[in-house]
Structures are given as structure tokens and as C-alpha cells.
């Protein structure tokens, strides 16, 4: 074996053993998520609802996601030095302590001194990661080749730096006592929407766009440059989406309307290349790296449509007195859109497989996410027309989150040997 093939098969292995690791987070935030659906039920004494809601969340995000996005883009641009190699290394490493420490320190003081801590590392360990993999793929990567694809993970890397923002505006925010305020909740908003609108978003299209790059399929680059424009831009206004609910001043309406407009006309370019490219795809993917591409796609739709319509004064208003809307949408854009498209991608590439029971255990979690999602907004629409609701919701909503955490452990436990 070369030294090229040895350094080539080092760079999998750490690439396997991250994707293994993010989809082991997975498991977790399943079982805190099916946890959290038990409190609702039956609450225990002594604990704090509140706080493992905080674990859950940080868990989803800069656990199984964050995790997962690392994994995919060092597969997709491996490093090429041992240097590198070490570098990244560490960083993940250090990942791992910041996301053990919130998963560990939020359940027992939610927002506090630890906790804090941890998920402030886990900040200026992205920032980081952002530098350095953006530095290795503009020394090792053929720009002209993958120029699309960098595009749009350029932006993703922005949109995550950006995010971090509206953490940094808590402190001074919750130093001055206004804790749960509009100002507090403006910020954790914005956090939220570079997070699932901008880094994963555009993370997710990269690997798209790298996908197709890879395979040398044919798509329109001018097509994909403009919706990624569109897309790009219309991101940074698309925040006044986000705090329609304070019932702010008619420019923060006009500014949501303009991002409405130029994200949906990005949306239209995306679909003009993806139905270009689609039939000669479909041949390339394995069966369900297909199918859970092809939902993923079908979400981001969904999701830019609620999106659009949350532009609306009535909609916005409506959206936050019925918070199942707001969850289902946010289950929506980071399990149905984001999630599926990375389980896809990682199938896809054989960092992960199905091994015996995966195809179960997808089957499983599947049924569980779209039970909870016609639930969640099932009961906000019924909520919303003053019909009768559905009883014993909570009940409901456990048992249908049950196969969830049973088929992520049933997918985790394949991927051994």
C-alpha cells in the first residue's frame, strides 16, 4: 500500500468514525425527545422540563447535526496532509467534550454557569472549524471542478458564523434581567434561523451540488448560481420572518415580504436544476438513499412554502399563540428536510449501512416522524378552526414517538464491524 492509499484510508476511517459517533447522538436526542413526550404525560418530581428541553435541542443540533455536517464535508474534500489530519482530529475531539458537557450539565441547571461553559466552547470550536476547512479546501480542492458546491458551503460556513450572534446577545441581554422578554427570545430566533435556514440549509445543497459535481451530471451552473444568490441573500432579510410575532413596525413586514419573494424564486431555480438533473440521479442512488433524498427535497418545499406564509401578520400571529405549529416546523426543516438528506447522503457513500435490521429501523423512525408531524399540526389546525381537539394528545403523541428512538437504535446497532 502507498503512502497515498495509507493516508487515504486514515482520512475514511476518522470520516466513518464521526459519521458513527453524530448517528449515536441521534439515538440520544430520540430518547430525550420520547423522554420529554413522557413528562408531558406523567411529569417526575424533580425534574425540570425546561431543562432537558434545553439537552434535547443543544443535543440535536450541535450534537447529531453539527456532527454529521463534519463528517460529510471532510468525506466530501478529505485532508491531504498528516498535519491536517491531526487538526481535525482535535477539533472533533473537543467537539465531543463541549457536546457531552451540555448533554450532562443542561438536565441538571439548564441555562447556568456550566452549561454555558460548554455550549460557548462548542462556538469558538465551529468558528474553528470554519477557518481551517475553508482554508484546506482553497489550498487542495479544484475550484473550477467544485465550484458550485463551494458556493454554497462557503455560505454555510458564513451562515453558522453569523449564527453565533444571537448567543453571544444573551449575556448582555440576560445580564440586564430580561429574561424571557421579546429581546431574549429575538435571540435565540436568530440563532435558530442561520442555524437550520443558513448553515445546515446551505450544507445540504452543498453536498447536493458536490454529489452531482462528483458523478459529472450535467445541471444548468447558471441555474444553481442564481438560486443560490437568491437563496443566499434572501436569508439575511428572511430573520424579520422570525419576529413577526412582536407585532413589530410595517418595514419589518415590507423586509419579510422582500425575503418571501427572493427565496421563492430561488426555490424555483433549485427545482428548474433538480428536475434537470433528476432522472439521471435517480439511477446513481441506492434505493434509499433515493427515497430519503427524495423527501428531504420534497420538505425543503414544504418548508419555504410555511415559510412564506408565516410573512402574513395572521399567519406570524397565529404561528406563535399555537405553538404545535412552530414544532411541527421545526421537525419539519431539521428531521424532514435536513436529517433525511443527510441519512441519504451518508447511505449513499457507505458511511453508513443498513446492515440487518436498518431497513426496519428507518421504516420505524419514519412512521414515528410523520405521525408526530400530522399530529402536531392535526391538533393546531383543529385548535385553530375551534373544532373538537384530539384527545389525550400527549398520549398520543408518546406512543407515536415511540418507533423513533427503537428504529435510530436498530440503524446505530448496524453499523458494527
Known amino acids: 500500500m502507498t503512502g497515498v492509499q495509507q493516508k487515504r484510508l486514515k482520512t475514511g476511517q476518522d470520516t466513518l468514525v464521526r459519521a458513527r459517533i453524530a448517528l449515536g447522538y441521534f439515538v440520544l436526542v430520540a430518547v430525550l425527545g420520547l423522554f420529554l413526550r413522557w413528562l408531558m404525560v406523567s411529569p417526575v418530581a424533580g425534574v425540570n422540563y425546561k431543562n432537558f428541553l434545553h439537552a434535547h435541542s443543544h443535543l440535536a443540533l450541535l450534537g447529531w447535526l453539527y456532527c454529521a455536517s463534519f463528517a460529510a464535508l471532510l468525506y466530501i474534500f478529505p485532508v491531504v496532509t498528516a498535519e491536517a489530519r491531526k487538526s481535525f482530529r482535535r477539533q472533533f475531539f473537543l467537539t465531543q467534550v463541549s457536546v457531552l458537557g451540555m448533554l450532562f450539565t443542561f438536565p441538571v441547571q439548564g441555562y447556568a454557569l456550566f452549561s454555558i461553559i460548554f455550549s460557548t466552547m462548542h462556538i469558538l470550536l465551529s468558528y474553528w472549524f470554519a477557518r481551517s476547512y475553508w482554508k484546506h479546501v482553497q489550498l487542495n480542492v479544484d475550484t473550477s471542478t467544485h465550484a458550485t458546491s463551494l458556493q454554497y ?6 451562515f453558522m458564523v453569523i449564527s453565533s450572534i444571537g448567543p453571544w446577545a444573551m449575556g448582555p441581554i440576560m445580564a440586564k434581567g430580561t429574561t424571557g422578554g421579546e429581546l431574549y427570545y429575538s435571540a435565540i430566533y436568530f440563532y435558530l434561523h442561520f442555524q437550520y435556514n443558513g448553515w445546515f440549509t446551505f450544507a445540504v445543497l452543498g453536498l447536493l451540488f458536490w454529489f452531482l459535481e462528483h458523478r459529472q451530471v450535467y445541471f444548468n451552473r447558471s441555474w444553481a448560481m442564481r438560486a443560490f444568490w437568491l437563496l443566499a441573500l434572501g436569508c439575511l432579510p428572511a430573520y424579520a420572518l422570525s419576529v413577526l410575532w412582536t407585532k413589530p413596525a410595517d418595514w419589518v413586514y415590507a423586509i419579510g415580504y422582500v425575503a418571501v419573494v427572493m427565496q421563492l424564486a430561488g426555490l424555483l431555480y433549485l427545482i428548474k436544476v433538480v428536475r434537470q438533473v433528476w432522472v439521471k440521479v435517480v439511477g446513481l ?11 428531504a427535497l420534497v420538505f425543503f418545499v414544504l418548508k ?19 405553538r404545535y405549529f412552530i414544532i411541527g416546523y421545526l421537525h419539519l426543516s431539521l428531521l424532514g428536510f435536513v436529517t433525511l438528506f ?5 447511505l449513499q457513500q457507505g458511511l453508513y449501512r443498513l446492515g440487518r435490521y436498518g431497513a426496519i429501523g ?19 389546525t383543529l385548535l385553530w378552526l375551534g373544532l373538537t381537539t384530539l384527545p389525550s394528545f400527549n398520549w398520543l403523541m408518546f406512543w407515536a414517538s415511540v418507533p423513533m ?3 435510530l437504535g436498530l440503524l446505530f446497532l448496524g453499523q458494527r464491524g
Open 405 to 407: 428512538p427503537l428504529g
Open 285 to 295: 442512488l441506492k434505493p434509499w438513499a433515493r427515497a430519503l433524498v427524495g423527501m
Open 342 to 346: 443527510l441519512l441519504g447522503f451518508l
Open 304 to 322: 419555504l412554502v410555511l415559510q412564506m406564509l408565516s410573512a402574513f401578520p395572521y399567519m406570524a400571529d397565529l404561528a406563535y399563540k399555537l
Open 362 to 380: 428507518l421504516t420505524l423512525f419514519l412512521a414515528g416522524f410523520f405521525a408526530t408531524e400530522l399530529m402536531l399540526f392535526g391538533q393546531g
Open 153 to 158: 458551503i462557503g455560505a454555510a460556513l458564513l
